[in-house]
């Protein structure tokens, strides 16, 4: 479970004091799969810094499974990154000198959990899944943003985080390659019990997840559950229905 609580973000630039975020609060229970909407500058990418221990808050407190970050030095909440999150940045931020491959192996071999020839042998399916089983010798630069953006999700879940954010993962993509992204949230979210944080512009992925906080100047001004799909056939044990009959 992610507990935010209280988080206020100030910049102060000269006299001047910008406060990016105010007294944002909730929870966010493991296996849950949350968007974070808002305009531009709203304060989204900022708080997802914050939830993911990249960056501090200026009051508040941000917890994961009990462990609050505030308490932990930075070696320490780098170790507690490196367990159990995962994070897809805006700009994606891949190495440069590395292919696609070597970049989504780098985590997980540097976790120690696996060797290098099992690395690469995830690395490589992981690449696959995303639609990049032909570009895994390209590097960066040969790749379009798109593709990074895909590289860059591939190594955020190579480790298989507890809980996985990203930010505007379906950005920089056209439509049917977001559906694979879409698509490819879903399945860890629902098969590997992934907790999923997203931040996105796309009302449409906002509304595949299942609750939206919407951001506006830096305080949550909405927070909705989306109801779920319509079940297929009588009997599905989650709708209302099947639970009144049998009470
Ligand atoms: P969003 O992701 O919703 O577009 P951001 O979280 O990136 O918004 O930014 C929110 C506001 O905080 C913006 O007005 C931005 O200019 C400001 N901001 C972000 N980072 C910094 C920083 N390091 N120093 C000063 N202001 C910043
Ligand atoms: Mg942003």
Known sequence: ?????????????????????????????????????????????????????????????VSLDGVDFGRLDEDRRARLRGEK???????????????????????????????????????????????????????????????????ALARAFVNEPKILFADEPTGNL???????????LQALNRERGCTIVLVTHDVNLAARTQRTIRLRDGVIVEDVRHEPPAPIAAGAESSPAATAASA
Do not use: C, W
């Open 1 to 61: 479970m992610l507990v935010a609580r209280g988080l206020t973000k100030e910049y102060q630039s000269g006299d001047h004091r910008l406060t990016v975020l105010r007294d944002v609060t909730f929870d966010v229970p493991d296996g849950a799969f949350v968007s974070i909407v808002g305009p531009s500058g709203s304060g989204k990418t900022t708080l997802l810094g914050l939830l993911a221990g990249l960056d501090t808050p200026s009051q508040g407190t």
């Open 174 to 184: 056209d439509g049917a390659t977001g559906e694979r992204i879409v698509e490819l």
């Open 85 to 151: 999150v995962g994070f897809v940045f805006q700009s994606f931020q891949l190495i440069p000198p590395l292919t696609a491959l070597e970049n989504v192996q780098v985590p997980l071999e540097l976790s120690g959990a696996v060797s290098v020839r099992e690395a690469a042998a995830r690395a490589r399916d992981l690449l696959t899944r995303v639609g990049l089983g032909d570009r895994t010798h390209h590097f960066p630069q040969q790749l379009s943003g798109g593709e990074q953006q895909r590289v």
